[in-house]
């Protein structure tokens, strides 16, 4: 009898001690951060922007334990470029079809498009479609496999009276039509909710840019295999003054994206206006394709 106390006492302390350890070894996986589902979020800003209108956001994605990659497209933020050298929307997308390429074959990533951002993110999801996890229109140009990539942007032109443009600059760039933002566009159209030195910020970095709506109009639609085979999202901004609301429920559902998340409150530059309901938008979406 006192031999078999004795051995379940030995079997119980030796449980104890396991499970003690597998407790401790499960509390250092947390802290060290490996039990995250950790992502590589990729953000493409929108025209005449630039890396700068993400800084809210990126070190909120950061300090969730992803990866965050915001880079300049060419002739935006610091890119050396000026959009007169610029003649292609694929030569204005190459900083973002350069990382694809060096993406492992293993990996995907996160794209987040914001208002022009849409097709460049498209066109990286067309040529690098098993690279792609989601991508996220935020208050985006969202193209269809139906009609060639610039059916929406001249839908947009077509609805959008000249006189909405306020103080935005256009002037001919070569075999396309540039645009420069003024003050009185990014406060009153783009920035109106947003804080006032976000606003300051806009006006201190843009740069002159295109939609390249010429270019676009002149090439083949994307593909059904490519962006379209990978999952979409869409943010909806309900205040946009750029993009009303009901213009991107009108993309969303011409380019037949099913799952869709709302933003109330905020601007066009959702990423300043309501960073944190914009990180925990794309939280849930994520976790959906974890």
Same mark, same amino acid.
């Given at each position: 009898m006192e031999y078999l106390l004795n051995s379940t006492t030995q079997e119980e302390d030796t449980m104890r001690s396991e499970f003690f350890i597998?407790?401790?070894f499960f509390i250092?996986?947390?802290?060290? !951060?490996?039990c995250i589902d950790k992502k590589h979020y990729v953000l493409v800003h929108g025209a005449c922007h630039g890396a700068w209108s993400w800084y809210k956001l990126k070190p909120r994605l950061e300090s969730a334990g992803h990866k965050v990659t915001s880079l300049d497209l060419a002739a935006s933020g610091i890119n050396m470029k000026k959009i007169d050298d610029v003649h292609t929307f694929?030569?204005?997308?190459?900083? @973002? @079809?350069?990382?694809? +390429?060096?993406?492992?074959?293993?990996?995907? $990533? $996160?794209? $987040?498009g914001h208002s022009l951002g849409g097709l460049n993110i498209a066109?990286?999801?067309d040529?690098? *479609?098993?690279?792609?996890?989601? !991508? $996220?229109?935020? +208050?985006?140009? +969202?193209?269809?496999?139906?009609?060639? *990539?610039?059916?929406?942007?001249?839908?947009?032109?077509?609805?959008?009276?000249?006189?909405?443009?306020?103080?935005?600059?256009?002037?001919?760039?070569?075999?396309?039509?540039?645009?420069?933002? !003024?003050?009185?566009? @990014?406060? =009153?159209?783009?920035?109106?909710?947003s804080p006032i030195e976000d606003l300051e910020l806009a006006k201190t970095l843009v740069r002159p840019s295109s939609l390249f709506v010429e270019d676009l109009s002149t090439q083949k639609n994307f593909s059904k295999e490519g962006y379209g085979s990978v999952?979409? +999202?869409?943010?909806?901004c309900t205040e946009d003054i750029a993009i009303p609301m009901e213009y991107q429920l009108w993309m969303i559902q =011409?380019? !037949?994206?099913?799952d869709v998340l709302k933003i109330k409150g905020a601007d066009h530059m959702a990423m300043n206006s309501k960073p944190r309901e914009l990180f925990e938008s794309l939280e849930k979406i994520v976790t959906k394709y974890a």
């Open positions: 597998f407790f401790m250092s996986m947390i802290i060290s !951060g490996n694929s030569q204005y997308s190459d900083p @973002l @079809l350069r990382l694809m +390429a060096t993406i492992p074959k293993n990996e995907k $990533v $996160v794209l $987040v066109l990286a999801m040529k690098f *479609p098993k690279k792609v996890t989601v !991508g $996220v229109f935020l +208050a985006a140009f +969202a193209p269809d496999t139906e009609h060639q *990539p610039s059916y929406v942007l001249e839908k947009y032109n077509e609805r959008t009276p000249s006189s909405a443009w306020l103080d935005t600059e256009f002037a001919p760039s070569g075999n396309k039509t540039s645009m420069f933002f !003024g003050p009185n566009f @990014l406060s =009153n159209k783009l920035y109106q909710l999952p979409r +999202a869409y943010i909806v =011409n380019a !037949g994206i099913n």
